[in-house]
């Protein structure tokens, strides 16, 4: 079966954070707990979810100032989903609809692991960017 786009599907929190385990190797119990829906409904301009047959593949979260810019954030795919173009196809459906929202500008923050994908296959142009860690017990590791 074809692989469905969904701008601000339904979704639920277990599907969600059963794929972030998968997408970014976590142990399940370490974000079992998160509130997708209620982060999403309360943080995002929207998110894009892909289904393959009912199945969620991949997902990613789109936040905004309210006004011109936008943020790609937690883009995820399934590990048997990968090199499908599915990750592309949920930025594309990103960016179309932060287009469709009076967006000027769409952000992404990536690892340099990511830039075929981020720069090569999804058109992004590299900025310089700054980061600055909040928590440095947390990131000093």
């Not at 936040?63 to 930025?91: E, F, P, Q, Y």
């Amino acid at each position: 079966m074809s692989i469905v786009y969904l701008w601000r599907g339904t979704f639920t929190n277990v599907e969600v954070n059963a794929l972030h385990a998968e997408a970014f190797r976590a142990p399940t119990d370490d974000v079992s707990e998160r509130n997708w829906s209620a982060l999403v409904e309360r943080q995002s301009l929207g998110w894009v979810l892909a289904r393959d047959d009912g199945r969620l593949v991949g997902f990613v979260n789109v936040t905004w100032d309210g006004l011109l810019h936008a943020w790609i954030l937690d883009t995820m795919v399934a590990s048997g989903a990968r090199r499908r173009g599915v990750g592309k196809n949920l930025v594309a459906t990103a960016r179309a609809e932060a287009t469709h929202a009076g967006c000027e500008w769409l952000h992404v923050d990536f690892t340099d692991d990511l830039r075929p994908f981020y720069v090569d296959a999804c058109g992004f142009t590299p900025t310089s960017a700054g980061l600055m860690a909040l928590r440095e017990a947390e990131h000093s590791s």
